[in-house]
């Protein structure tokens, strides 16, 4: 919802002799005769996606090679971590440190100042819309439902006297499945179905039950995708941050936790501003021009995120706190001219000028 502010203190425009928009700095409060208004900071939001993957071994892992000729499988519980992808998109802050004043100044005509929720400047004498909000996280995934292999055994295995005789037993309920599978895919089984439809259900659930026996031995894993959000504002147009850490065994990790290694966002400067240019005469034409409208001239910004030497994400953005602040003449908001300015509400750059 854009906050509109309309400086109600015009006289007609028939009374009007000179009018005039005045812009200062000014401390933060609400004026009688003016608006205040803040220029943005350009801020990062990171969003990583991730992988958890869990590994669950066997009840009977210790037979898998005596019986099913099974090397390598699962012998202990573990979870594997591994960064899927990384984006980045910028949203605004409002810079409390460069808060100006919009203000009436004798007979003027009443602009309409359009202002962020929190305050930014979007638009002079029109109306704009504020940045689209940030999108919400994904959900994470929740890992399935596993298949009990339990389920397809019969009395004579779940009576067992030992752990090694059920596993004899098992090996031999998967030699028979996978007999009876071929059987019935060659159709030569006595119950084999003459229904297309009916043969593939069969043949699926043959495959189902001899997975799950044979995960008693191999044990199964089952992975689900997690989303993160860090947010950072860059403070220096070339330097890095650790943004977040990451641990193989732990996962994705708030900055400060030591458990996992360090994962750095990264700027570096790709535009390089014109040098100002002072003489007497610029300098007169920058005192008339301190009662106008202040907004940004950003810099442009390679980012980057690294994690060990291997780049996570590379892009490009413009930011405010990087540039310089500029102004818009005074004389092209007074009483005859009533330009209308919208500005970047992220970059605070100017978008458009027009009549």
């Known amino acids: 919802m854009i906050h509109k502010a309309i400086l109600t203190l015009a006289l007609a425009a028939s009374t009007v002799a000179m009018a005039q928009t005045e812009s200062s700095t000014y401390t933060p409060g609400v004026t009688l005769d003016g608006v205040n208004y803040y220029l943005p900071r350009t801020a990062l939001r990171v969003v990583v996606e991730a992988e958890r993957t869990n590994t669950y071994p066997g009840e009977l892992h210790p037979y898998a090679y005596r019986y099913l000729m099974l090397t390598d499988v699962a012998t202990q519980a573990s979870t594997q971590w591994t960064i899927k992808r990384v984006s980045v998109e910028p949203y605004s802050v409002a810079d409390t440190q460069r808060i100006y004043n919009v203000r009436l100044k004798g007979r003027t005509s009443a602009p309409l100042v359009s202002l962020s929720r929190d305050g930014i400047l979007l638009s002079v004498n029109t109306e704009a819309a504020e940045a689209a909000p940030l999108q919400a996280l994904p959900a994470s995934t929740q890992e399935p439902r596993h298949d009990s292999p339990r389920r397809y055994l019969d009395k004579e295995i779940l009576s067992a006297g030992s752990t090694a005789k059920m596993a004899q037993l098992v090996a031999t309920q998967i030699e028979d499945l996978r007999d009876a599978r071929r059987t019935v895919a060659k159709g030569e089984a006595e119950n084999t179905p003459k229904d297309g439809e009916q043969l593939r259900l069969m043949l699926n659930e043959l495959e189902r039950e001899t997975t ?60 390089q501003l014109p040098a100002r240019q002072t003489n007497e005469d610029t300098d007169k034409k920058k005192a008339k021009m301190e009662q106008g409208i202040y907004y940004c001239v950003p810099l442009r910004e390679g980012v980057a995120i690294t994690h060990q030497g291997t780049t996570l994400y590379s892009g490009e953005f413009s930011m405010a706190q990087f540039g310089n602040v500029e102004i818009l003449s005074n004389l092209l908001f007074d009483k005859k001219n009533t330009f209308k300015a919208t500005f970047d509400p992220i970059t605070g750059a100017v978008r458009k000028i027009s009549e």
């Open 212 to 271: 799950a026996l044979e995960e008693m031995f191999t044990g199964y894993t089952a992975t689900t995708t997690h989303y993160f959000e860090f947010r950072h504002i860059p403070t220096q147009a070339s330097g890095s941050d650790i943004i977040f850490r990451f641990s193989p065994t732990y996962g994705v990790l708030p900055a400060d936790d030591l458990s996992g290694d360090p994962v750095y966002l990264q700027c570096q400067n790709i535009d």
